[in-house]
């Protein structure tokens, strides 16, 4: 077998082997579902995603240390994660085949020449890993362009609502990501530059790429040319990396997609320990570049203080989501914890929080099913760098042994009593209270009774159960909801009797003989009123009270960052 | 050279021939897609006016019956036997939908959604007793689908005994207005799992519900409405009344084993729940709900809904009227 051919299957295979795991991060035991997969293995193995949060933590979480065997790999024998794993990439050059198949050998080796352009990725990766790394800033913005977060958040908010919401089968419901547009221009932009240049994204902009084309110097076997060379140029017609393999080979560049070995005529490409001057092993960087880079990252952090402060100012995040500046320094925006989460109430944040926390999550509970469920912590235990922790049911709820810490509060909801309908409207509801799920319930109401303000009613006689009016003008069983009442005034005393039924000219009314001394007069209609109010000692701002209110827009229960457990 | 310019005659008619087709087929389409009339533009398809009756004929003296004890396994083996047993309603081969109210994702002992013992035994009444062909489970819950059924227990108690779940996709909603019906126009139903049975079942629990005073089997049927059906609060007493003409179960079954008193209808902790140890079977609703809602120290007259469900002909609150049939089964779990 050809090593072209198995590199194909290699990255056939790790590319369908990336989108089952992204279809099976689905909450559940079966076999299609969570299980038991190692859905995150790919942001594991992922040396950027590694590499970003040891400088921003100086600490490396347990799961990445699985990137230590793609670091060790790339410094032995190269570039091999571009050329045979990176679904990411696998994808682009599928693409770039489509795009460019019926072009001659002569415009493809054109395409496939190396550009000084190549270089934009290692100054994005610099100034990434700057802000990451700046005190006072650390910043994970990596997530923003490293391939594999963001195919696994392409995949995970757009791609797979897009198959699953007609026939829903991985969700009953419909999964909807409100920045989801915006992660589909991204995509089909770097899409579309395949058809500009092959490959152009791994060319010119993957931060992972970069770092493989430091980390790469040193690696045993390269690409190389022998003296059988004439000189045709047909080495670079399919050439991945544009690592032009007809001159002095760019180590850096190259992803080992080995197309020169197979398009050669004449033998005269080697993959072997060539010595170092038959090839450039360093990226062609300039100092300038570096420095504008690194000068970059440094003025990042100033740009980003003007517009999202590093406390969390209102940001509503997943419970067990560590405080905000600990939070950033972990964040790779790869969407699992939206995709798994069984309400669909993470949302990818769009830039209203600040251009550093676009895609980050964050809690937007009028959508989804129902505000985050109280029985679940799936969150924690997605999250690929623990910026949203691991933490266990008792935790949440404040049980067992976390009973003196008491449960983990997302935020604390508040009334809009503008437009909450019993209080701004006189209309019974209280569907929030009935969904509290916390016990005792957060929200608790008082009774009141409301006047009905066009229902001063002029009694004409009483008989009994029944109230007989002077004019026949009521709409049948208006006041026969069960919520309506007679406020009958019978000298000093007010008796308040539900009304039963009425019909254009009487009333009835529950309960027998108990007005029998009242003179007739008039009567007022009264509604009963359960206007409901928030505990913030019991609240946990899980948000279910938002999502059900019947109010249309934000609701008029709305949950607010106030007194979120994480910033404690 | 001119003959290079001049189209032929046989390609002059050709083409003649397909533009005369295609402006023709234009032509048509639009006199046949062409309204004149507004009004119609806007009115859709008749939407479908309600389920079938899945009730059966009554037999004096066995419409409703209430078991005391702690074993719901027993108890409603129990409540069923007593109402004429389970193949007085199910017949051999036909298929059956449970609709317990599965609302939160919780675990059963939280006893804020119906028992998976009561589902377990049910299902296997009508699979073994009955000979039923197939048992399925459905709800509309308030949390994630997928989760009410695996955390309440109920997935796992279908998949030992033979039942499969329903899950609400969004394609098994109908457009439904009931007739004589205020709310339920034109209002997304969780149709498809119903239409396809021969027999349903209402498996509910008894629960406090602040707005509506107890939350027990007709207000069950709220978990058959898709759309913002948050919005029918505000008139609760009215939705649970047209729930109850919208379904006309075979049997309902109603679970006092643990009542829950206060908190309800999502509960919490142990001290929302009361030991009352009564399972009632009925095939009237209203007489059910009746005697449950004594399980909760209230009254029927005190339930606005029961009163006017009764208006209606819809069953009677006078459960004594109906000569449950009592029954206990001695020993604790």
């Known amino acids: 077998m050809k090593i072209t051919t198995a590199r194909r299957i290699s990255q056939i295979f790790f590319f369908t082997l990336f989108i089952w795991l992204c279809v099976v991060t689905t909450l559940g035991a079966k076999f299609t579902q969570l299980s038991g997969w190692l859905v995150n293995i790919f942001l594991h193995l992922d040396p950027l995603a590694a590499l970003a949060t040891v400088f921003s933590t100086h600490r490396l979480y347990a799961p990445l240390v699985w990137s230590v065997l793609i670091i060790v790999l790339t410094i032995v024998i190269g570039r091999f994660f571009c050329g045979f794993i990176c679904p990411f990439g696998a994808l682009h050059q599928f693409i770039s085949y489509l795009a460019h198949k019926n072009k001659t050998t002569k415009q493809l080796v054109e395409l496939h020449k190396y550009r000084k352009g190549q270089n934009i990725k290692y100054y994005i990766l610099i100034a990434f890993l700057v802000i990451a790394a700046l005190p006072g800033l650390q910043n994970i913005q990596t997530g923003l362009l490293d391939p594999i977060p963001l195919f696994t958040r392409t995949v995970n908010i757009l791609l797979l609502p897009i198959i699953d919401n007609p026939v829903n089968v991985l969700s009953a419901t419909d999964r909807l990501y409100k920045t989801a547009p915006l992660v589909l221009s991204v995509f089909l932009i770097f899409i579309l530059l395949n058809f500009v240049l092959p490959r152009f994204f791994c060319q010119f902009i993957c931060p992972l790429g970069a770092l493989f084309g430091i980390l790469n110097r040193t690696s045993i076997w390269r690409i190389n040319r022998n003296s059988k060379c004439t000189d045709c140029k047909l080495c670079n017609k399919n050439c991945q990396g544009s690592c032009q393999p007809s001159e002095t080979v760019k180590l850096s560049e190259c992803l080992l997609c080995f197309n020169c070995l197979d398009d050669c005529k004449f033998d005269a490409i080697d993959f072997n320990t060539a010595s170092s001057n038959a090839v450039q092993s360093e990226p062609d960087l300039s100092r300038r570049g570096v420095l504008a880079a690194a000068f970059t990252g440094l003025l990042a952090m100033p740009a980003f203080k003007l517009i999202a402060s590093p406390n969390s100012d209102g940001i509503i995040r997943p419970p067990g989501a560590l405080n905000e500046k600990e939070f950033a320094k972990r964040c790779i925006k790869c969407g699992q914890c939206m995709r798994l989460c069984p309400t669909n109430v993470i949302q990818p944040s769009g830039i209203e929080n600040g251009l550093t926390n676009l895609w980050t999550p964050t809690m937007n509970n009028r959508t989804g099913s129902s505000g985050c469920q109280l029985d679940c912590v799936a969150c924690g235990y997605i999250c690929p760098t623990a910026a949203i922790r691991p933490m266990t049911l008792a935790e949440k709820l404040g049980k067992g042994n976390f009973a003196d810490k008491g449960p983990v509060k997302i935020g604390t909801a508040c009334f809009d009593r503008a437009k909450c309908l019993p209080w701004a409207f006189n209309i019974p509801c209280i569907v929030c209270q009935e969904n509290c799920p916390v016990s005792p319930k957060a929200i608790y109401t008082r009774l009141v009774y409301a006047n009905v303000i066009d229902a001063t009613i002029k009694v004409k006689s009483i008989n009994r159960d029944t109230i007989y009016l002077d004019d026949g003008t009521l709409s049948p069983n208006r006041f026969a909801t069960g919520d309506y009442y007679c406020l009958i005034t019978s000298g000093l005393q007010n008796i308040r009797r539900k009304i039963v039924s009425n019909s254009s000219d009487a009333i009835t009314i529950s309960g027998e003989n108990i007005i029998d001394a009242v003179r007739p007069g008039s009567v007022q209609i009264q509604i009963e009123l359960q206007q409901p109010y928030v505990d913030p000692q019991k609240c946990i701002g899980c948000g279910i009270c938002q999502h059900e209110c019947p109010v249309s827009g934000s609701g008029a229960v709305i949950v607010t960052a106030l007194g979120q457990t994480r910033e404690k | ?333």
Not at chain 2, 89 to 97: H, Q, R
């Open chain 2, 1 to 333: 050279m001119e003959n290079k310019d001049k189209i032929s005659r046989r390609d002059f008619l050709a083409r003649i021939a397909k533009a005369g087709i295609s402006a023709a087929a234009v032509c048509s389409t639009a006199k046949l897609l062409y309204e004149s009339d507004v009004q119609k533009m806007f009115s859709a398809t008749p939407p479908l006016t309600g389920f079938r009756d899945y009730s059966v004929p009554a037999v004096a003296g066995k419409t409703i019956s209430i078991v005391s004890g702690a074993d719901r396994t027993q108890t409603v083996r129990k409540a069923v036997e007593l109402l004429g047993g389970i193949d007085r309603f199910v017949k051999p081969g036909e298929t059956v939908l449970l609709k317990p109210n599965i609302g939160f994702a919780r675990p059963a002992r939280i006893g804020a959604t119906s028992h998976p013992d009561i589902i377990a035994e049910i299902t296997k009444l009508c699979y073994e007793q009955a000979k039923a062909r197939k048992i399925y489970i459905t709800d509309n819950p308030i949390n994630d689908p997928a989760s009410c059924f695996e955390l309440s227990g109920i997935a796992a108690a279908a998949a030992k005994s033979g039942a499969e779940i329903i899950l609400p996709r969004t394609n098994l909603f109908r457009s439904v207005s009931l007739k004589g019906a205020k709310l339920i126009q034109n209002w997304p139903v969780l149709y498809e799992p119903l239409a396809k049975v021969d027999k349903v079942i209402g498996i509910a629990a008894v629960k406090d519900h602040a707005r509506s005073g107890a939350s027990m089997t007709m207000k069950n049927w709220y978990g058959l409405l898709g759309g913002a059906r948050n919005n029918f609060h505000q008139d609760i007493n009215t939705i649970i009344v047209e729930l109850t003409m919208l379904v006309k179960p075979s049997f309902v079954i109603l679970d006092g084993t643990e009542t829950m008193v206060s908190n309800g209808p999502t509960g919490g902790s142990a001290s929302d729940l009361k030991r009352t140890d009564t399972m009632i079977a009925g095939c009237d609703q209203i007489a059910v709900d009746a005697f449950g809602a004594t399980l909760l120290d209230l009254t029927p007259a005190s339930l606005p809904y029961l009163q006017r469900a009764e208006q209606l002909n819809l069953g009677t609150t006078d459960y004594q009227s109906l000569k449950p049939v009592y029954a206990k089964i001695e020993g604790a779990i």
